[in-house]
């Protein structure tokens, strides 16, 4: 059965780089989401994408987060420059037409600033 | 405001002990509501959603609309079944609509 996958599953980077998360969606889907999870906290919906826009983004989706499709296969979120409370759990999901809202979640990756 | 609340952090019952867990959400228009699951080291996964009207593992969830409630109901709890379980709602059907989710209610099942 065809799963979302996410690399790296851990990434530790000092406050003010740059980071790149990435996510292989199941093949068919053509809507793609960021969420994270903040340590003791919910999930939080970060931005959704479909044909190769954002069709909505959250309060916390500022200017420092951007998202990407560069190949037609791979989702990338990138953090320009990180701060400490940027430390969470970051989950992409994909959905397919016909199944509403139904999305399909990757393992996460585990992003920590110091 | 769109919410989600899980009253319950941790639900701890025995193995064949009935199981509620609780989901109350706040959204003026026709939400789509969803149960998640998380087993230990695994991916979110759907549990079920309210429009199929299924039973997935022996699970069940009504959506009421006057209560605005979505519980999660299972008559026999099984030791297998420990995990976090998500509540979740779409803003309204169709499309590519984001999910809020409650904060979780992790079930401990005891032998």
């Known amino acids: 059965e065809p799963e979302v996958t996410q690399t790296p599953s851990h990434q530790v980077t000092q406050m003010g780089q740059e980071v790149i998360l990435r996510c292989v969606p199941i093949?068919?889907?053509?809507?793609f989401y960021w969420y994270r999870q903040i340590l003791g906290q919910k999930v939080e919906f970060l931005v959704s994408?479909?044909?190769?826009?954002?069709?909505?983004k959250s309060e916390i989706f500022d200017d420092q987060f951007s998202v990407e499709r560069p190949d037609g296969s791979n989702f990338t979120l990138k953090i320009r420059s990180t701060k400490l409370e940027d430390s969470a759990m970051y989950f992409c999901?994909?959905?397919?037409?016909?199944?509403?809202?139904?999305?399909?979640f990757g393992p996460g990756t585990r992003l920590l600033v110091l | 405001a769109q919410r989600v609340t899980q009253p319950e952090k941790l639900l701890s019952v025995f193995k064949g002990a009935p199981v509620e867990l609780k989901c109350n959400y706040s959204y003026s228009g026709s939400p789509e509501l969803f149960w998640y699951v998380q087993y230990s080291r695994q991916r979110l996964q759907l549990l079920l959603r309210?429009?199929s009207r299924e039973s997935i593992k022996g699970f069940t969830a009504d959506l009421n609309k006057g209560e605005t409630s979505f519980h999660l109901k299972k008559p026999f709890a099984q030791e297998e079944d420990s995990a976090m379980y998500y509540c979740?709602?779409?803003?309204?059907?169709?499309?590519?609509?984001?999910?809020?989710f409650g904060a979780g209610t992790r079930l401990a099942v005891h032998p």
């Open positions: 999901a994909s959905g397919q037409p016909g199944q509403g809202e139904t999305q399909y």
């Open positions: 994408f479909y044909n190769n826009e954002i069709s909505e």
């Open positions: 309210h429009i």
């Open positions: 093949s068919n889907h053509l809507y």
């Open positions: 979740a709602l779409a803003p309204s059907y169709g499309g590519y609509n984001k999910l809020i």
